[in-house]
């Protein structure tokens, strides 16, 4: 049994900052990447960020240079530093892991999840 727990949303102004934080714990020993993904009502769950054991990162188009991803693998953490945010970003954000190897950022190609902290900028 694995569980992923995320939290640090909340509400915020354009133009604010948040950080995101996901823990996971249980049966899992190793987790090659852990990745933020985000799902907007009526939208369908979209990459943020991802990092793997390397170091090596993904982000989204839309983020880059504004979100900054990072993880204590000693922990099973990972961080989402979010800087200015914008009404756009709005959504529910999910912590994905995946134990072994990926073939593509898709979020089938997860193993667990979180249950998601939301959040809201507002103006």
């Known amino acids: 049994q694995v569980q992923v727990v995320e939290s640090g949303g909340g509400l915020v102004q354009p133009g604010g900052s948040l950080r995101l934080a996901c823990a996971a714990s249980?049966?899992?020993?190793?987790?090659?990447?852990m990745a933020w993904y985000r799902q907007a009502p009526g939208k369908r769950r979209e990459l943020v960020a991802s990092?793997?054991?390397?170091?090596?990162?993904n982000y989204a188009d839309s983020v880059k240079g504004r979100f900054t991803i990072s993880r204590d693998h000693a922990n099973n953490t990972a961080f989402l530093q979010m800087g200015s945010l914008e009404p756009g970003d709005t959504a529910v954000y999910y912590c994905?892991?995946?134990?072994?190897?990926?073939?593509?950022?898709?979020?089938?190609?997860?193993?667990?999840w979180g249950q998601g902290t939301r959040v809201t900028v507002y103006s």
């Open positions: 994905g892991l995946r134990a072994g190897p990926i073939a593509s950022m898709s979020p089938d190609e997860f193993d667990y």
């Open positions: 249980g049966s899992i020993r190793i987790i090659n990447r």
């Open positions: 990092m793997d054991l390397n170091g090596d990162t």
